[in-house]
């Protein structure tokens, strides 16, 4: 199993199926290391793109990305998150999240540009990593 700390950079796969297909997991990516008192992290997810529907254009991805990307992909800062980082700790813990390999430098950048580009990501979203994500 891979070690995960709920740093930037890293990357887990979160259960995201519907009950038709519940073992059916996304692609998360954290984007900042933990902050406040509440150990908390942003993360954003990455969805396939779909022909037949919208996708954010703000930040494409692309197989080699990274290794658990196969398909063209987006990421989908609509459905960003913050979340406790021992909250994703536990769910490493207990089979529930799947830790993944770490993205690089490179689409980290691209990834986190996407984040102000995009108007689908929400207000919340933009002020946390505005003070939180940037140097």
Not at 74 to 94: H, M, N, Q, W
């Amino acid at each position: 199993m891979r070690m995960f700390l709920p740093n930037r950079k890293a990357s887990i796969l979160v259960p995201s199926g519907p009950a038709h297909d519940p073992d059916r997991k996304h692609l998360f990516i954290v984007l900042s290391d933990p902050v406040t008192d509440e150990k908390v992290v942003l993360l954003v997810s990455i969805s396939s793109v779909k022909p037949d529907r919208w996708n954010d254009e703000s930040c494409l991805l692309y197989p080699g990305d990274h290794s658990f990307i196969k398909k063209n992909s987006f990421v989908d800062y609509s459905s960003a998150r913050i979340e406790p980082g021992d909250k994703l700790l536990r769910g490493v813990k207990s089979g529930k999240l799947i830790p993944q390999d770490p993205v690089s430098d490179d689409v980290f950048e691209r990834i986190c540009a996407g984040v102000m580009a995009s108007r689908r990501t929400p207000r919340n979203i933009k002020q946390f990593f505005l003070i939180h994500c940037t140097d």
